[in-house]
């Protein structure tokens, strides 16, 4: 019981910092005050009419779409390579895809920026999504491997041995058993790229701005609630697309007690 009670402590005090910007955005006034002295949808209205805010939203989704495909597909066949392939480098290669998640994200970022820089990738849409996939891609990387060491390799080797070739066993036996596993790191790559604002900073320029950036330029410029508006829809999206990942596993399990069974 006192494990229980030590836990929901420790949850709350990590998500109510987080959760008080929800309040906040529906405040009434134009300056921070938690608890708001009346609330009021004025903010939200705002965040609406500004064109600025709307186009680095719709650029930011554009790009976690992207990233997320990217990373998903990259992140997929190096845990394929990893689980599949005998190679005498293989620890080497493990450490380099998940170095990105060890290595500080500023150090992360300057050496995005002075590679991208000399081949003309900042300011760009195609290198915001290279340079997001870089710290997304362990995840998908994670995730997958672990999916996959639990997968019977004699699955495959039978469909091989009926007629199918390599690719067509991979996606007719494999995947769907890894599915979960895919879908879950696809949704953690999104989120990671629609909140990330260190290395968006050192790649986005004028016509490429994500909306992280713009919060930040804002918070350096001016404060008001239409940040917290900002914030409450990417909490909101953080937490649908958990609960999304959530229904995956859970529905997952349930197929695999009943396969058991």
């Given at each position: ?202 790649i986005t320029g004028p016509s490429t701005k994500t909306l992280p950036v ?48």
């Amino acid at each position: 019981m006192w494990l229980r009670i030590v836990v929901f402590i420790i949850v709350v005090a990590m998500l109510a910092p987080i959760l008080t910007i929800i309040p906040i955005s529906f405040t009434s006034v134009s300056f921070f005050q938690f608890p708001p002295p009346d609330y009021s949808l004025k903010w939200y209205q705002a965040f609406m009419e500004n064109s600025n805010w709307i186009t680095t939203f719709v650029r930011s989704l554009e790009i976690a779409l992207f990233t997320a495909i990217l990373s998903t597909i990259l992140g997929t066949m190096a845990a394929c390579a990893v689980t599949r392939i005998n190679f005498k480098a293989k620890p080497i290669f493990m450490a380099l895809m998940i170095a990105p998640m060890i290595i500080p994200v500023i150090i992360v970022g300057i050496s995005i920026y002075f590679f991208f820089s000399q081949n003309h990738l900042t300011d760009t849409i195609p290198g915001l999504v290279l340079a997001h996939s870089v710290l997304a891609i362990p995840m998908v990387f994670i995730t997958v491997t672990s999916s996959l060491r639990g997968v019977d390799r004699n699955l495959e080797l039978a469909a091989m041995g009926l007629g199918s070739t390599p690719i067509e066993a991979f996606f007719k036996i494999t995947v769907p058993l890894i599915k979960p596993a895919i879908l879950s790191g696809m949704l953690i790559s999104f989120i990671t790229s629609l909140d990330e604002p260190v290395i968006s900073i050192f790649i986005t320029g004028p016509s490429t701005k994500t909306l992280p950036v713009f919060m930040w330029e804002n918070l350096r410029t001016q404060i008001d609630p239409t940040i917290a508006v900002a914030s409450t829809v990417i909490i909101i999206l953080t937490i649908c697309a958990f609960l999304l990942q959530e229904i995956v596993s859970l529905r997952a399990s349930k197929l695999k007690n009943k396969s058991s069974n």
